[in-house]
C-alpha cells in the first residue's frame, strides 16, 4: 500500500511566522502535489513536482514555496503566515503522469491555523 | 464556468435506496476520469476510475458520457457507511493536470 505522511495533522501559528510543512511517500512516486481544501471551494492545486529539483505553480501559489530535495520528501513553506491561509493542507502522490497513471494517494492532511 | 462542476447537494437518502450523482467538465480534451471519496475530516480516497464503456464495482457504477461531457456515479442499496463527499476528478493535458471537483455530499440515513 502506498503511504503519505505529513508532519503534523493540526498546526496553529501566529501571522508572520515561517511555516514549514512537510510530506513523505514510501512509494517511489515521481510526482507530488500540494493542495489546500477550503469549504465550497474544493481542493485547489498550490505547486506541484515531478521529480526531485522541480516544481511547477499550480493556480494558487502566492505567499507559499516548496523544496523536492529527495525524491520521498515534498515540502510547502508559508513565508510569512497570514490568516487567509487558514486551511487544510493536503499532500499528494501520484507514479507518474499519463494515461492510465493518474490516481493520487493523499497524506492524512494538516490542519493550519494562523491566528 | 468551472472546469468541473458538481452538485453539492447534500442528498439525503434512506438506507437501502439508489443515487446517482452527476459531474460536469468543460474541457473536451479531458482524458481521464475519476472518482474520489472523501470521509469527514479525513483525506480522498480513490473509489473508481471511469472508463469510455462504463464500468461496474459492486454497488458503484461509473459511466461517462464524452458527447454532453459529463461523468456519472450511481450507487445502489445504500448503505450508511457509503455517507460521505464524493469529488469528482478529471485530468487533462495529456495527464498533467488534475481538476478536482468541489464535491458532492451524501447522508444515507436509517
Known amino acids: 500500500d502506498v503511504k503519505v505522511t505529513q508532519s503534523s495533522r493540526y498546526l496553529v501559528k501566529r501571522t508572520g511566522e515561517k511555516v514549514f510543512l512537510e510530506c513523505v511517500q514510501d512509494?517511489?512516486?515521481?510526482?507530488m502535489f500540494w493542495y489546500r481544501q477550503d469549504p465550497g471551494l474544493g481542493l485547489r492545486l498550490i505547486y506541484f513536482s515531478y521529480d526531485v529539483k522541480m516544481k511547477e505553480k499550480g493556480d494558487i501559489p502566492e505567499g507559499y514555496s516548496v523544496s523536492r530535495e529527495k525524491k520521498e520528501r515534498f515540502s510547502l513553506i508559508l513565508e510569512s503566515a497570514s490568516t487567509n491561509q487558514t486551511s487544510m493542507y493536503l499532500c499528494a502522490s501520484r507514479l507518474l503522469a499519463g494515461y492510465n497513471q493518474e490516481t493520487q494517494y493523499f497524506g492524512p492532511g494538516t490542519r493550519l491555523l494562523v491566528l | 464556468r468551472k472546469e468541473v462542476e458538481q452538485d453539492p447537494g447534500p442528498f439525503n437518502v434512506p438506507e437501502g435506496a439508489t443515487v446517482a450523482f452527476n459531474c460536469t467538465y468543460s474541457n473536451s480534451a479531458s482524458q481521464s476520469f475519476f472518482w474520489y471519496r472523501q470521509d469527514c475530516r479525513k483525506e480522498p480516497k480513490l473509489l473508481m476510475s471511469v472508463y469510455s464503456s462504463g464500468n461496474e464495482d459492486g454497488r458503484f457504477t461509473a459511466q461517462l458520457n464524452r458527447a454532453s461531457q459529463y461523468i456519472s456515479l450511481l450507487i445502489r442499496d445504500s448503505k450508511l457507511s457509503d455517507s460521505a463527499t464524493y469529488l469528482c476528478v478529471v485530468t487533462t493535458g495529456g495527464g498533467f493536470k488534475t481538476i478536482f471537483g468541489a464535491g458532492t455530499r451524501l447522508f444515507v440515513k436509517a
Open positions: 512509494m517511489d512516486h515521481e510526482n
